[in-house]
């Protein structure tokens, strides 16, 4: 059994650990090897303690959490960065390979939307892989639109992503569950 909960600044390390894994496994079929082969723990670990250290961010960092407290995934979001069309945007979304598919995906976009909500912010988007099917078919049983694309570069190589937005963030705190 696993729990949601917020990031702490002790978590940093586990999350490092995460992250880079769950890159390692989710885009194996989109990024190169030696790229994906090439990322650093030890820097993820410094992105996150800088994340987590930050007391006055209006960003929200939530982790998926085991039994035995072993962190298998998490969310990070904040304001929307780059768009006027959404509030608040969901910067990353990742589960170790072997948590995918179990509901912890659902309640992390929820409890964000929920923090979101809280704070009187309305909707909410996101950028995901072109290529990651999987991520996208996740993002349309939860009712994201595609409002947009962009290429990324990442490793020398331009990537296309594809925006998921929702206007109304009431819609991810209470979804029709099929």
Same mark, same amino acid.
């Given at each position: ?98 948590? *995918?598919?179990?509901?912890? @995906?659902?309640? +992390?976009?929820? !409890? #964000? $939307?929920?923090?979101? %909500? ?31 694309? *962009?290429?990324?570069?990442? @490793?020398?190589? +331009?990537?296309? !992503? #594809? $925006?998921?937005?929702? %206007? ?11």
């Amino acid at each position: 059994m696993a729990s949601i909960r917020r990031a702490r600044a002790n978590d940093a390390p586990a999350l490092a650990s995460v992250h880079v894994r769950s890159w390692q496994q989710s885009y194996a079929h989109i990024l190169p090897a030696d790229f994906l082969g090439a990322l650093s723990v030890e820097r993820r670990q410094t992105f996150w303690e800088d994340v987590l250290s930050d007391t006055d961010s209006r960003q929200v960092a939530l982790v998926v959490e085991q039994a035995d407290a072993s962190v298998v995934g998490f969310a990070l979001a904040g304001p929307a960065r780059e768009t006027q069309e959404f509030d608040a945007e969901l910067y990353a979304i990742y589960l170790l390979a072997d948590y *995918q598919r179990r509901g912890y @995906g659902f309640e +992390l976009v929820r !409890e #964000v $939307a929920k923090t979101f %909500s809280e704070r009187n912010l309305q909707s909410m988007m996101l950028w995901v892989f072109r290529e990651n099917f999987p991520a996208r078919a996740f993002y349309e049983s939860l009712g994201g639109v595609i409002s947009g694309e *962009q290429l990324t570069e990442i @490793g020398g190589k +331009l990537y296309p !992503e #594809v $925006a998921y937005g929702w %206007s109304n963030l009431i819609s991810l705190i209470s979804p029709p569950r099929g």
